[in-house]
Each structure stands twice: as C-alpha cells, then as structure tokens.
C-alpha cells in the first residue's frame, strides 16, 4: 500500500528542509546534508592563520637546486606539451629529440648542448640507470642505427619529442621503452 500524498509530504517535511535561492526557484536538502555543512563551516571557522614572516621563512629556507630543477623543467615541458615532431625542428611548429633536449637546456641552464643525440651520447659522464635523477638524459637504440634521447624527470618517466606523438612522458618501464633503453648521461 501506497502512502497517501499527505504522508509523503509529512515525510519530506521531516527530513528535509526547503531552501529557497532566489524568488521563485526553490528545492528541497536532505537535513542531514545542511547538518554536515554547518558543521564543517563551523569545524573550519577557527582563528585566522598566522602570516609567515621572514624569520618563519629563514626556518625553511629557500628551495634548493634540485627543486628550482624540476620546477623549471616542469614548466618547460607545459609549454612544449603537445608540440608535433619534426625532424631537425627547434620551434613550436614541430620538433625532434634531440632538439627538444638542446632547447631545454639552453632555456633552462644556460647551457650550450651538441644539437644530435649522436653527439649527446658521448658528452657529459655516463651514469647507471640505478643513479638517475631529474634532467638526466636517458638514451634509447630505437632500430640498428636510430639514436632517441630524453630527459629524465622522476619515478622512472622521462620527457621526450616522441616521432608518433610529438613532446610527451614516457616511461622507462613500459614495454616498448624498456627493451630500447641503451644508457644514460649527465650533462650538468
């Protein structure tokens, strides 16, 4: 049995309550919801925080290298994300590997890098993959005479002018890049 149209709004009046936003447009909230909401408001309206001050700063100091690094690159990669490969290509139009590391770090550190990954793979000093870190260049045998290159950013991803997607993160550890890793330089 049904119940009738007068219980049912009995019910609604019990447990909800009506909100009215502005003249005319109006709804029903569970109680329990505008309950929760006041309670968290209240929970949250607490003294106001205190400000930092330069001692309080001092405490923390500035970031250090490495985070300035991975910031910088961070936002680097933003704004190539997405960029079309083109071989030989150093704009935002299109692309390569290679050109993708040497703009990153002529924009980024300053630094004058050999355009090729040819010559990228001999500069710098070799390192394990093991003692990878952040801006790392990571170097890949992609056929018998093909050369890829990267820039290594953290928990096994790099960032890359990829031939079929343009500048993208990849993982080391998926199964096409894993089975091509050849080794890895640091050019700092």
């Not at 924009?107 to 093991?130: C, M, N, V, Y």
């Not at 045998?141 to 950013?153: D, E, L, N, P, Q």
Request: aromatic share 10%; with cysteine.
């Amino acid at each position: 049995m049904h119940p009738s149209k007068t219980e049912t709004i009995a019910r609604i009046r019990r447990n909800f309550h009506l909100l009215t936003h502005m003249p005319g447009i109006s709804g029903y909230v569970i109680s329990i919801l505008i309950l929760s909401v006041a309670l968290t408001i209240t929970g949250c309206s607490s003294t106001p925080a205190k400000q930092i001050t330069r001692d309080d700063a001092a405490v923390f100091g500035k970031p250090d290298k490495q985070t300035r690094t991975q910031t910088a690159i961070s936002k680097h990669y933003f704004s190539w994300k997405g960029t079309p490969y083109e071989l030989g290509g150093l704009s935002k139009s299109g692309i390569d590997c290679s050109g993708f590391v040497h703009v990153t770090f002529r924009d980024i550190f300053k630094k004058k890098i050999p355009r090729t990954t040819e010559l990228l793979a001999k500069s710098g000093k070799h390192i394990t993959k093991k003692a990878l870190k952040f801006g790392d260049l990571v170097f890949f045998k992609t056929s018998r005479r093909v050369r890829h290159v990267g820039i290594y950013i953290d928990n096994g991803k790099f960032i890359h002018a990829s031939s079929s997607r343009g500048v993208m993160t990849s993982s080391l550890n998926s199964s096409y890049w894993s089975q091509r890793y050849w080794k890895a330089q640091r050019m700092k």
